[in-house]
């Protein structure tokens, strides 16, 4: 034992003489600690300027971008689309998966000003009271309310259909505490309340204004109105997970994509979508490369077919359809290789993505094969047919492809370009037989695609647009949403989405990514599967001020 002592002692002594005799000009390498900056102007260009302020009547990316900003959810999704909190700290779930208890943070406040003036609330906590009223609001039977999301809590049904009063499945039990009821277990519940249409609003704000002017939530960002083509936002001074970085969000409309790369290059928008025309240049550009995020998103791009319009109504012309398109051509010649070509309708990533399922490839003669079928051997008596779409450079220059594809076997086509809000409503009213349109996940589950996209209850009033209705399909689709072992929904879902595609209600065309360019002086923006809406913008700063 004392021969260990010595050893230990000499080697002590040692060491530290080795530490006094070092050479004073090497010196132990440091790693930069890099410290947020508060302050500076973000500033972000859409190509539409269609954009909904109310949190019930959200429909499109845009909006969903802009209003997550100024309000909050019970739960929020992480940049790998997990749930996570928000409003609501905590959660339990009862053993029979039927009853949900959300525990409330007590330091959320609404906004005390909107638009510069004071809010009707004055900027009071927010209570189990005004989740409650949120979703009562939500499910209402008014016009584009967005609540057939919700049906799964108990008795939303017969409460939107005005056959009760109440809306028995949400309850406060205490000022902090409120209990979701559902009529079945739901696997994907907690991910349908981080959902944009369920951001909490107060009955005071609502009672003495329009949310679509004057928006008001508890978000990082107030409202403080439009300026010429700007929507402006400003810190929230008193958010309850502190004050963002920035001091301002303006989000600009410009049309064109060009015009919208080159104020990025001149420096007076922080982040960009990268046109097909700049991408090779941006990837081989020493100084932009390292700027360039990409990432997949959950999302896909359609052509939708109105079921009940002929010459839709034939699943073999559906299915021509489909064959005729080169979709390799319109990744590559088109896209740049930005996009995946999609075999069906749920993208790479999502649970229940089917790397077996086959799709339809570019096969022409098979094609001319089922038009024959269908009663138009050579395109011949196959009425022309008009392909609609909301203006964009890449829907135009994909449109051109299609409508020479479709030459190729006989059928004549033309184009129609509307703005996206003329166009949604077109789509949305029926109006439109053959149309263009896109969708992202909502929230991260299967159900969000395929229930919501082809269940029969969701034509007319949803987003089922071609209008497929399939028994069979709803049956799969209804087992599958209340199915509470992954294994067993995922293998329903697979069994739905072969039956989808093949009765083709959609051209099936590419599976989005995501590409954003930002400026240098941009810290803390990342990007996750469910694309840009999901930016978390009160954890950017700017290294540089930008005023």
Known sequence: ????????FFLLAISLFQAGCSNSSVETPVAKVVVPKQ???????FADSYIVLDPALIKDSNSHEVCRQLY?????????????????????ISQDKLV?????????HFHAFSGGKPTANGGRILTAEDVVYTFNRLLKSEKDHQGAFFNVIKGAADYAAEKTESLPGVTAVSSFTVKFELEKPFAPFVSLLGMCNAFIV??????????STNPV????????GRQKDSLILTANDRYYRKRPWLDRIEFLVVADEAARFEMFRKGELMHVDVPDSEYRNVKQNSELAPLLLETSRWGTNYLGMNMKKPPFDSKLVRQALN???????????VLNDRARIANGVLPPGITGFDPKLEGYGYDPQKAREL???????NGKGFPEIELQYNKDVIHTRIGEFILANFGDIGIKCRIRELDFGPHLQSVESGEAAFFRMGWTVDYPDPDSFLYTLFHSSNIGHSYNFPGLNNPELDKLLDQARFETENEKRVGLYRQAERLIVDEAPWVFLYFYTTHLLRQPQVNGITLGPMGQPFINYRLIWLDDMVK
């Open 202 to 211: 107060a009955r005071e704000d609502v009672a003495s204004g329009d949310l």
């Open 1 to 8: 034992m004392m021969f260990f002592r010595r050893m230990m």
């Open 39 to 45: 302050g500076g102007v973000y500033r972000r260009a």
């Open 371 to 377: 038009l024959a079928q269908a009663g138009f051997p």
């Open 217 to 224: 939530g508890t978000g990082p960002f107030t409202w403080s």
């Open 100 to 108: 949900y208890l959300f525990k409330l943070r007590e330091d959320v």
């Open 72 to 92: 909050d959810g019970l739960i929020e999704f992480d940049e790998n689309a997990r749930p996570a909190p928000a409003i609501a700290e905590s959660w339990e």
């Open 323 to 333: 064959f005729a398109i080169d979709r390799q051509v319109i990744v590559q010649l």
